[in-house]
Every structure is written in C-alpha cells, then in structure tokens.
C-alpha cells in the first residue's frame, strides 16, 4: 500500500518491521534448536540429510515463487476490500515459516547450504507478495471504480429483474 500510496515512511517503516520480526523469529528459533541440539533432540544430520517431500522450503522454485505472488494478491486483496480471512494469513505463514524455521535451523548445525538456500527462498516468497500486492494494489487503484460501477450496473439489472414485482 505503501508503494502504490507513494507514502514511502509507510514503506520504510514496513521494510523495517518484516525484518526485526523475522531477525527475532529466527534468533528464538535458532537458540532453541541450539538447545535441543545440545540436549540430543536433533542432530546435524536430521537438517543436512535428503528431504524430499520438504525441499521446497530451502530449493526455491519457479512454484515457490507462484505461491508467494498467491499469497501476495490475497494479501492485498484482502486489506483493499477490507476483510481479513484466515486464509490470507496462511498463504502467508506457508511461504514464509518454514523458510525462516529452517533458516534457524540451517545456523543452528552450521550448514551453509541449509542457510543460503533459506534466505534465497525467504526473499523470493517477500518479494513475490511485495510484487503482486503492489501490481493489485496498484490495478485496484486504476480499476476499481471501473469494475464497482459496471458490477453495481450488473448486479442491479438482474436483481431488478428477479423481484417479485417483476412477473
């Protein structure tokens, strides 16, 4: 909103916000893993070993990226029309928790492969829910009032029509 508003305080301030909120996710999670480790729950193994049904959360891919522009719109979407559902909220956390947990845990047992990969996979689902919330916002801004007349325009011809005056 920020972006499309011009209001680039707002902006500053959001960029802000996202990244002492995950700084923070991430160090809690990383120090209780360290814990764990310490205590023997997890190994370097249990992080490092093959994972295939849960490699997308560290191997970004062209779907990764399509469900972060997903996640983007609804978000968006959902702040312009002024509903928040709880699935906007899980678009989110899907694109992002998981990255960002095993970001933690990619530090917690030292692999570098396990990090980058997290943080390459944490930046392209940002930047693809800054992408399409910004290209909607922007689109909503333009259109709206397009679409809302021509809606109302719609809507009203047929529910005129269906009354039961309309016999």
């Known amino acids: 909103a ?5 209001r ?3 902006v500053g301030r959001s960029l802000r916000l996202i990244l002492l909120s995950f700084l923070f996710a991430v160090v809690v999670v990383t120090l209780l ?5 310490w205590t023997g729950a997890i190994a370097a193994a249990d992080v490092t070993r093959p994972r295939p049904n849960t490699g997308f959360i ?12 997903l996640a983007g719109a609804a978000g968006a979407l959902a702040l312009a029309i002024e509903k928040t559902a709880t699935m906007v909220g899980v678009f989110i956390s899907v694109t992002t928790v ?3 947990g095993n970001l933690a845990l990619g530090i917690a047992v030292g692999e570098p492969s396990e990090i980058t990969g997290s ?13 399409a919330g910004t290209l909607l ?5 333009v259109a709206w009032p397009w679409v809302t007349a021509r809606s109302e325009r719609l809507l009203g011809a047929q529910s005129a029509g269906t009354g039961a005056g309309a016999r």
């Open 2 to 6: 920020g972006i499309v508003l011009g």
């Open 8 to 10: 680039w305080g707002l």
């Open 33 to 37: 893993a360290l814990l764990a480790r």
């Open 58 to 69: 560290w191997h970004p891919d062209l779907w990764s990226f399509v469900v972060a522009l």
């Open 98 to 100: 998981p990255a960002a």
């Open 119 to 131: 943080l390459t996979q944490l930046g392209a689902n940002i930047g693809g829910m800054i992408l």
């Open 137 to 141: 916002l922007a689109f909503m801004r």
